[in-house]
């Protein structure tokens, strides 16, 4: 089946930009998105990129989407203690609403 | 516009216990989705509706039964539960057109005992 991967953790310094790394395995996967969880909470879209497109930009995020080697990664700009969270990556195919979700990567933002 | 909404927040169980989570959502989605989210292991979806009156099982369904009510409400029932049903579970919906992105619940966390 499906399978996504991310790492667990990540440290960035407050002000630096931040990159999330994220691995699929299905060749057939139509959208790609990114949730951001805030402790206690549920999940928050942030982005979604359609498989054609090979990046996406929304003010400080900057979705990079490498088909050939099924590749996602998430950069976040300037990076804030808002920041702090655990971002999921997630995939989709087309005419199957269910998404397959990563382990999601915990982002600690150094002051 | 409320979104995606769930009661209880937080419930704790005893072993053999029975209860059921509920969600509503109040943007006209015709799909829903439980999940339960366990350290290191991400989201895991244990069901989901297409549409009023349809359920089918996800990844892990055992120990759980679901209830579409209508369009709007979707119950996830544990009859008994157990200590392994100790989680945090998610209620999402999606409008099953375009980009098929999930709107996600606040969660309820879950301990038994």
């Known amino acids: 089946g499906e399978d996504v991967e991310q790492s667990l953790f990540l440290s960035v310094r407050e002000g630096d930009s931040s990159v999330i790394n994220c691995t699929y395995t299905?060749?057939?996967?139509?959208?790609l998105y990114w949730y951001k969880q805030e402790p206690g909470a549920g999940l928050q879209l942030l982005t979604y990129?359609?498989?054609?497109?090979d990046m996406k930009q929304d003010q400080r995020l900057t979705v990079l989407l490498n088909k050939k080697d099924k590749h996602l990664s998430l950069r976040i700009a300037d990076t804030q203690t808002g920041d702090s969270a655990i971002y999921f990556c997630?995939?989709?195919?087309?005419?199957?609403?269910?998404?397959?979700f990563g382990t999601g990567t915990r982002l600690t933002i150094i002051p | 516009n409320a979104g995606v909404t769930q009661t209880p927040k937080f419930q704790v169980l005893k072993t053999g216990q029975s209860m059921t989570l509920q969600c509503a959502q109040d943007?006209?989605?015709?799909?829903m989705y439980w999940y339960r989210q366990d350290p290191g292991m991400g989201l895991r979806l244990i069901y989901y509706?297409?549409?009023?009156?349809?359920?089918d099982k996800g990844e892990v369904p055992n120990g759980y039964n679901v209830s579409r009510l209508n369009k709007r409400e979707f119950s996830l029932r544990l009859e008994s539960a157990a200590p392994s049903q100790t989680s945090v579970y998610f209620c999402?919906?999606?409008?099953?057109?375009?980009?098929?992105?999930?709107?996600f619940g606040p969660g309820t966390r879950l301990t038994v005992t």
């Open positions: 990129i359609f498989s054609n497109m």
């Open positions: 299905d060749s057939s996967s139509t959208y």
């Open positions: 999402a919906s999606s409008a099953r057109t375009g980009s098929y992105e999930q709107y």
């Open positions: 509706s297409a549409s009023e009156g349809t359920t």
């Open positions: 997630a995939e989709s195919n087309f005419g199957n609403e269910k998404l397959t």
């Open positions: 943007m006209n989605h015709n799909s």
